[in-house]
């Protein structure tokens, strides 16, 4: 089975909402006062954007789930990508910095969804098993 872009829509949506609120310049709404309120952050536009994933890769693939190409659309793209965005953030813009503690959530939040997806959703949306006669 090739991969068909088109049949993840939310992904690549939480994908570009997430390079834009990594890359572009915030504006001050008073909440940076709150302590480690942007790691939470972190964690959820991951743990969203990997359930994301999960769903749309398990609905893409109904007949037959196939959990390497999982591993790697849904764990292995996602932790990449929050290491580029950091890296981006660091070298790429005047306004942000990169940061191991943005990581850290990044991949927590990864971990969230891989958790969540093959518990949770996996479970639900696999076809079920068809039983062996004899």
């Known amino acids: 089975m090739k991969y068909n872009p088109s049949k993840y829509p939310l992904s690549w949506a939480a994908a570009a909402a997430i390079i834009a609120l990594s890359l572009l ?75 191991w503690a943005d990581l850290a959530a990044n991949l927590c939040g990864v971990a969230a969804a891989a958790l969540a997806g093959h518990f949770a959703l996996r479970p639900r949306l696999s076809p079920p098993k068809k039983k062996q006669n004899g």
Do not use: N
């Not at 991951?46 to 999960?54: D, P, Q, R, V």
């Open 25 to 99: 310049k915030a504006p001050g709404t008073g909440l940076e006062r709150i302590p480690h309120l942007d790691k939470a952050a972190h964690f959820c536009m991951y743990a969203g954007w990997g359930c994301c994933l999960w769903l749309e890769s398990l609905l893409a693939q109904r007949e037959r789930f196939r959990p390497r190409a999982a591993l790697w659309r849904c764990v292995a793209l996602p932790a990449a990508f929050g290491g580029c965005m950091e890296l981006l953030q660091e070298h790429a813009t005047g306004w942000r910095s990169g940061d």
